[in-house]
T-cell receptor, first 115, second 112 residues
Framework: GAVVSQHPSWVICKSGTSVKIECRSLDFQATTMFWYRQFPKQSLMLMATSNEGSKATYEQGVEKDKFLINHASLTLSTLTVTSAHPEDSSFYIC???????????FGPGTRLTVL | GENVEQHPSTLSVQEGDSAVIKCTYSDSASNYFPWYKQELGKRPQLIIDIRSNVGEKKDQRIAVTLNKTAKHFSLHITETQPEDSAVYFCAADTGTASKLTFGTGTRLQVTL
């Protein structure tokens, strides 16, 4: 099946700093990628849809200025958590559809801890 | 928008027994229903999916049924094994940019 990678797998940062997370589709092209956030023992909550060549679409309640998304190419989307605070600590996961009428494949996730 | 409800939130079964997890969805436009298994700290893994033109699909010990009229779908795991222990999520996709709405998850524990 299709492979999605994510980097870094974990990151610890100080409050107020920015953190960039990369999501790559390794063996297929993805014009759309999705970013999710998952708190402990909770479900995956869609944050935004990343669109190659255009602006991301954010879900209601997600601050676009805080969670910057850039879909630079057909295989790379980045999520930047700006001015991170402890409440942003979470498991961030990206996904990409494997192709037309194919399921979504998830990256391994990035565990962000903000001190 | 789409709303997906999932039950039960936790499920404990003995090894060899069957497990059933149920989900309901609200948007009649939804046409694709995947099930994911997530182990602690890992990515969700697709285990089976079903499209709205099919009522049932089976893959070895795992099966999914879909009732479009009632807007619910279920995951059935037979002959459960300890390695089936994980959190299972159902999801629904309206087909608009493949956006998935997830259920709240079911923590399955298979005991010896």
């Amino acid at each position: 099946g299709a492979v999605v990678s994510q980097h870094p797998s974990w990151v610890i940062c100080k409050s107020g700093t920015s953190v960039k997370i990369e999501c790559r589709s390794l063996d297929f092209q993805a014009t759309t990628m999705f970013w999710y956030r998952q708190f402990p023992k909770q479900s995956l909550m869609l944050m935004a849809t990343s669109n190659e060549g255009s602006k991301a679409t954010y879900e209601q309640g997600v601050e676009k200025d805080k969670f910057l998304i850039n879909h630079a190419s057909l295989t790379l989307s980045t999520l930047t958590v700006t001015s991170a605070h402890p409440e942003d600590s979470s498991f961030y996961i990206c996904s990409a559809p494997g192709g037309r009428a194919k399921p979504q494949y998830f990256g391994p996730g990035t565990r962000l801890t903000v001190l | 928008g789409e709303n997906v409800e999932q039950h039960p939130s936790t499920l404990s079964v003995q090894e060899g027994d069957s497990a059933v997890i149920k989900c309901t969805y609200s948007d009649s436009a939804s046409n694709y229903f995947p099930w994911y298994k997530q182990e602690l700290g890992k990515r969700p893994q697709l285990i089976i999916d079903i499209r709205s033109n099919v009522g049932e699909k089976k893959d070895q010990r795992i099966a999914v049924t879909l009732n479009k009229t009632a807007k619910h779908f279920s995951l059935h795991i037979t002959e459960t094994q300890p390695e089936d222990s994980a959190v299972y999520f159902c999801a629904a996709d309206t087909g608009t940019a493949s956006k998935l709405t997830f259920g709240t998850g079911t923590r399955l524990q298979v005991t010896l």
